[in-house]
């Protein structure tokens, strides 16, 4: 809020003098009493309240007035934002293996799937004006959800990813294909997928490498995220006799080779997450390298405001001109 010409305020202070000098000229009238010792056991009438508000009246009148012809304004600032947008494609391993319990975030154990959703929500929400889409893989690829700007049915589609849906396996060649299928008739100036895979290439009909060259000649970077820790990881499994879960340590086999292959093939990088805290980061820095171009213009506008003073104004003069001209006006009785 500012005011456009504030130096107007100064106004107030002889209108304020001028209401002062006309209520205590009032004040001065006098009526001859017989005996002034009765006056202050008199009741005070709810008229002689009202008749006190008078000079109130005037003076919060009168600053409103003074405010109100020092012209108020609301300040209304707009930002105009252009983007060129980015395509993207999450690519998701979901085969059994991603079951393995081998992250934590605090104190509570998830397993692989739980985190690459978790970390997967957040990055969704960080990127509101891209188009973003879904491919889930495991044995075989299918596709959850085409690039799209409507992320509150996309994030929907998240909560679905899980093993189970397709037969086990891991081909990676066949996901990245799948990706690349709903990037080919894409405009956008910058397409990328980002692939994450707990295990070795072992299915499909498409082997990685000639799925990374497909990428670079439709000029898609292809982000690889290896997801699991070094060594062996607790799996659940459950005994078919007793259908109780019990975990078994099994080792974590990631072909980081062929994952750093795609990765330089396409102009992008691989990255290892052997925790949820690198899983966030990796997502992160993603986020920093592939933005489009964006375009600021900024601009100010102004409302008036001086109005609602204006009419308070009005309303608390005429007020006490009404009383001045009604029983109120004269001596209190």
Do not use: C, K
Not at 108 to 123: H, K, L, P, S, T
Not at 318 to 324: K, N, P, Q, S, T
Request: glycine share 8%; aromatic share 6%; proline share 6%.
């Amino acid at each position: 809020m500012i005011l456009r010409h504030p130096w107007l305020l100064l106004a107030a202070l002889p209108l304020l003098a001028l209401a002062v000098a006309a209520w205590r000229a009032r004040r001065r009238r006098a009526l001859p009493f017989g005996d002034g010792r009765v006056l202050p056991r008199l009741p005070v009438t709810w008229g002689a309240r009202v008749h006190t508000l008078r000079p109130w009246l005037a003076g919060l009148g009168m600053v409103a007035l003074a405010v109100a012809l020092a012209r108020p304004q609301r300040g209304i600032e707009e930002t105009r934002i252009r983007a060129e947008t980015v395509d993207m494609v999450l690519a998701v391993d979901i085969s059994s293996s991603m079951l393995a319990e081998d992250f934590f975030d605090g104190n509570r154990r998830m397993n692989r799937m739980e985190a690459v959703i978790q970390v997967a929500r957040d990055f969704v929400r960080m990127r509101p004006d891209d188009r973003l889409g879904l491919v889930a893989f495991a044995g075989v690829p299918y596709t959850l959800a085409p690039p799209t700007r409507d992320h509150a049915w996309l994030l929907d589609r998240l909560d679905e990813l899980g093993p189970g849906v397709v037969r086990d396996g891991t081909a990676i060649g066949d996901g990245l294909a799948a990706s690349l299928n709903r990037l080919r008739d894409s405009e956008a100036p910058s397409r990328v997928v980002i692939l994450l895979t707990d295990g070795v290439h072992n299915a499909g009909t498409l082997t990685p490498d000639v799925a990374a060259e497909a990428a670079r000649a439709l000029g898609v970077r292809v982000y690889t995220i290896g997801v699991g820790t070094h060594g062996t990881a607790p799996v659940p499994v459950r005994d078919p006799f007793t259908g109780r879960v019990r975990y078994v340590e099994q080792p974590v086999e990631i072909d980081e080779a062929l994952l750093e292959r795609m990765s330089a093939a396409t102009g992008a990088h691989y990255t290892r997450a052997t925790s949820f805290e690198v899983l966030e980061e990796v997502h992160r820095r993603i986020d920093e390298l592939e933005r489009g171009p964006v375009e600021e213009d900024r601009y100010r506008q102004y409302a008036e405001r001086f109005l609602p003073w204006a009419a308070a104004a009005f309303l608390l003069l005429a007020f006490e001109r009404v009383l001045g001209r009604s029983r109120f006006g004269g001596l209190p009785a």
